[in-house]
């Protein structure tokens, strides 16, 4: 709320510097019935030529004096629109009209030096001269997209002045943006100074007349140019706020017959637009929607979907209805801050990367898998559980007959070799356990059994056949390759190869080489400097910015000149340059290719079917994520953002993109049409590189052992 000192000062102010001119005394309450009206609002008085209205009511709501002399406002409020409304508080809005209201009472504006001459003008220069006007008072007024905003002309100009409103509206709607103009007829005594304000029709009432802004050919059949509302001239009563409301409401609602869509402009001519209005208001809607989705886009579709309802009573190949489209509902893009707009998220846009540099299988050498299902520490505690059960067979328990060297070297051997026979679950060395037994005394056979039990069912059982179910899982499931880097960080001094068509509008993408290569790095460079300027500690968005300088400056950081964009790392390319795309990135010469995330899950098994069997992995990162979505300046009563909203949160809007996605499935490079999909994951494939020719190894292996021992006993019985 402004200070009310500030408002005391400013009223002061006025009355010292002014001339005071008094509104007929008959006429005080009619004055006081308008801005009882205007109650919730914040009221802000111009009065022109040092000119002081002194039938207003202080205790109905905040208001603003300011006087113009010789044109230039006194005292000065704001420097601009933007700092006017910064500082001045709204009030709390409780009628229909909404929350908060603005309402600027212009007494006598047609004595302002800088309003548009009403005589002897033509209408260009009228529309011309009423833009400078509210220009000039820019410090006075607020942004014309600020909702609501009203504006009461007290003038003795009423009709010619509402004949130019007219005639201005009708030669191009939305010249005023969402102001709303309410007209008072007033007269100005020049020998008393009194203000007069006029009294119509028979009982003399006072009528607030409305401008229809959106009266144009479009709407002159449903609609009146201006509607006019009765005020009583009693002191309790005020203007029928019933009426007023249901007036405006009507007017701001018919914004539907002025939208447009960007879509439209960029890609639509007139003779397309009006066969898809023909398909899509006079077929079955089944037929009609599957027969547009074969030759429009699904930007282009969401436009025909939220005009539905009104399309039957457009002509949207006529000029002059396509003069009138006032409000453009662009496509859906990246959202950045605007507290002055509204906005309707769409959804997050992640980006993610691939590459071959670097790409290997994990396994280090061709018998890791043998011992892959334990790390290290767990077997030399395996190792010394098995070495101390041997040692209390072999010593801690007593042997039969007394313990000489030989029994000694024996016991050990038999120890160390049912063990082992244990170990590798070998039946055939009962016979030596038979003996090893009957080797102890009488009072360490229970003992002797007790450690056997303890070793068959740990060593023997367990171990045995969690190290086979591990080392079969091991063999089944093939090795999976890894890469050198992880996230972007791990991507400095790598050249990023970046589609064109992930960055730029389908607007951008049409334009020449000469100009649509300048307007790339320029979105490159808007998305990097936003990573480049932060200044916080986290960990993960300081590797952001460290990859955003390298980027943007070629790795120099020393480099403090704006200007100076590195296209060093940034590369270009079309999804028409297939050729060109494949060739660079199957170098793997720290080579990465930046992409939307569902365009690089589609592309990565394109990618690993080569015959040259070279493997890229792709990467998951937020570094360019953004949020996407419909921003849009307010518009009361918005037709198409109420009917957007609704396809949003109904499940309408995914529906159809799902739809169209089925329909038209989004085909980045020419070569993929006739692509078969193979099923190849960053998993190995099976071949002699793979981990099953670790188990063919150790057969081998154990083969060759066994011959050798069967040929070794052989030698020692024939030679022995």
């Not at 309402?103 to 001459?117: G, H, K, R, T, Y």
């Not at 016991?411 to 055939?428: A, P, Y």
């Not at 795309?581 to 569902?598: G, H």
Request: with cysteine; net charge neutral; glycine share 6%.
């Amino acid at each position: 709320m402004v200070n009310q000192k500030f408002f005391a000062f400013t009223f002061l102010y006025n009355l010292l510097i002014c001339n005071t001119i008094r509104s007929n005394p008959g006429n005080q309450f009619a004055i006081s019935s308008i801005q009882q009206f205007f109650s919730s609002c914040t009221n802000f008085l111009i009065t022109p030529n040092s000119t002081v209205i002194s039938a207003l009511r202080f205790d109905i709501s905040p208001i603003v004096l300011t006087n113009e002399l010789d044109g230039k406002r006194q005292p000065t409020i704001g420097t601009n629109a933007k700092t006017t409304q910064k500082r001045f508080s709204l009030h709390k809005n409780s009628n229909q009209r909404g929350r908060n209201c603005w309402a600027f009472f212009l007494i006598l504006p047609e004595n302002d030096i800088s309003f548009p001459e009403i005589y002897n003008n033509t209408l260009e220069n009228f529309i011309t001269e009423f833009k400078r006007y509210f220009l000039m008072k820019s410090s006075s007024f607020i942004g014309k997209d600020t909702l609501p905003q009203y504006f009461i002309w007290f003038t003795s100009l009423a009709d010619e002045f509402q004949t130019w409103l007219t005639k201005s509206t009708m030669h191009k709607v939305g010249l005023f943006g969402v102001r709303e103009f309410f007209v008072v007829h007033v007269r100005l005594d020049l020998h008393t100074g009194f203000v007069y304000i006029d009294r119509e029709g028979e009982n003399g009432q006072l009528f607030l007349h409305y401008h229809n802004r959106h009266y144009c050919s479009v709407t002159i059949l449903i609609s009146k140019p201006w509607y006019t509302i009765p005020c009583h001239s009693d002191e309790i009563s005020t203007c029928d706020n019933t009426k007023l409301d249901s007036i405006t409401q009507f007017v701001a609602n018919l914004n539907r017959y002025f939208w447009d869509f960007e879509s439209w402009i960029i890609s639509l001519n007139n003779d397309k637009i009006l066969n898809l209005q023909n398909k899509y208001t006079f077929l079955r809607p089944v037929d009609s929607y599957d027969d547009i989705v074969t030759f429009i886009t699904f930007d282009e579709f969401l436009g025909f979907w939220l005009l539905h309802d009104i399309l039957p009573q457009l002509n949207m190949t006529d000029p002059g209805q396509q003069l009138g489209r006032n409000y453009i509902l662009g496509q859906k893009h990246e959202l950045k801050f605007n507290p002055e707009a509204n906005i309707i998220l769409e959804g997050v846009e992640l980006f993610s990367w691939l590459s071959c540099h670097g790409v290997n299988m994990d396994n280090s050498t061709p018998l890791s898998e043998l011992v892959s299902p334990f790390d290290w520490r767990t077997w030399i505690l395996l190792w010394i559980i098995l070495f101390v059960g041997i040692s209390l067979l072999s010593v801690v328990i007593p042997i039969q007959g007394g313990a000489s060297s030989d029994k000694i070297s024996t016991t050990c051997q038999l120890s160390w070799f049912i063990s082992i026979g244990i170990l590798l679950e070998c039946s055939v060395f009962g016979v030596y356990l038979k003996s090893f037994v009957n080797r102890r005394s009488t009072c360490g056979i229970m003992s002797a059994y007790i450690i056997l039990a303890f070793l068959a069912i740990l060593f023997g059982t367990v171990l045995t056949n969690w190290y086979k179910s591990s080392f079969t899982m091991e063999m089944i499931v093939p090795p999976r390759f890894t890469a050198p880097w992880r996230s972007v960080a791990d991507l400095a001094g790598f050249t990023v190869i970046v589609p064109m068509e992930a960055i730029l509008n389908s607007f951008e993408l049409k334009l020449t080489d000469d100009s649509i290569h300048p307007m790339f790095y320029s979105m490159i460079q808007s998305k990097l400097k936003k990573r480049m300027e932060y200044v916080g500690t986290s960990r993960v968005l300081k590797e952001y910015r460290d990859f955003a300088w390298t980027l943007y400056y070629g790795g120099n950081k020393s480099t403090t000149s704006t200007n100076q964009f590195g296209q060093e790392f940034v590369k270009p390319v079309k999804y028409s340059e297939t050729i060109q795309f494949v060739n660079n990135l199957s170098t793997c010469d720290r080579v990465a290719y930046m992409d939307l995330k569902e365009n690089v899950i589609n592309l990565l098994p394109f990618l690993n079917d080569n015959r040259k069997q070279v493997t890229f992995l792709k990467g998951d990162d937020g570094f360019f994520t953004s949020f996407l979505g419909w921003k849009e300046y307010p518009v009361r009563n918005s037709y198409v953002w109420k009917r957007l909203k609704v396809m949003m949160s109904s499940g309408i809007y995914a529906h159809w993109k799902r739809w169209f996605g089925l329909i038209k499935p989004v085909s980045i490079f020419p070569h993929w049409v006739n692509w078969t999909y193979p099923i190849v994951s960053m998993e190995a494939r099976l071949d002699l590189s793979s981990k099953i020719s670790t188990g063919f190894c150790a057969f081998g292996i154990g083969v060759l052992v066994s011959t050798l021992a069967m040929w070794g006993e052989a030698l020692y019985a024939k030679w022995k």
